[in-house]
């Protein structure tokens, strides 16, 4: 069973897909991955994109918490649709979108519209990292993020650490048993820096 952590709709349950095709983010990762983000203050009246959103998640957590909006995009038609009915129990369908697709596909194709100040991808464990890579280019591209943007990437611990491409400044991970959260704030123009320190 997983729940909604906390904010408007915390304790409430999310259908979530049956069988290993999907690994959706423990209470316990979630509830430290929010609890940073909402120290870095990136989560209030946040546009959201949450890639490789499964049950919707991460993004559902971000409008609990307050986030203005989110889409999901999600590739397996039934867990898309399963990202659909949840947000539709929490009665958030109006801010929020689920987008049937390939993520390398969708991002290949964002253009125009609001940028996003909040980015999750959560993909399998066994994605190729060059994948990975490419998907985090594409964030990059103009008018894709806005200035400040923190964008997620949950791995295994076994994982290397993602290619970041230029624009994006690298922060400390967390490490929670066997998954591993890489964080960065969107910074175009500026090399990869580290988190400052207190921060």
Do not use: K
Not at 9 to 23: D, E, I, N, Q
Not at 89 to 97: E, F, H, R, T
Request: aromatic share 6%.
């Amino acid at each position: 069973m997983t729940r909604i952590v906390a904010g408007q709709f915390g304790g409430r349950t999310l259908r979530t897909p049956r069988g290993a095709g999907t690994r959706p983010t423990s209470e316990r990762v979630r509830e430290a991955l929010f609890s940073r983000l909402e120290h870095l203050d990136v989560l209030g009246s946040a546009r959201v994109l949450d890639l490789y959103a499964g049950s919707g998640a991460l993004g559902l957590e971000a409008i609990s918490r307050g986030a203005a909006s989110a889409v999901l995009v999600e590739s397996a038609r039934p867990v898309a649709r399963l990202a659909r009915h949840n947000a539709r129990d929490l009665g958030v369908y109006g801010q929020v979108q689920v987008i049937e697709a390939p993520v390398a596909r969708f991002c290949a194709t964002m253009t125009g519209g609001e940028p996003y100040s909040l980015v999750f991808a959560d993909p399998p464990y066994d994605l190729d990292e060059s994948a990975l890579g490419g998907v985090l280019s594409a964030l990059t591209a103009p008018g894709v993020l806005a200035p400040g943007a923190v964008v997620v990437a949950e791995r295994a611990v076994r994982s290397p650490e993602p290619a970041w491409p230029n624009g994006l400044e690298r922060m400390e991970p967390r490490t929670y048993g066997e998954t591993r959260l890489w964080l960065a704030r969107y910074a175009p123009g500026d090399n990869g820096q580290d988190e400052p320190a207190g921060s």
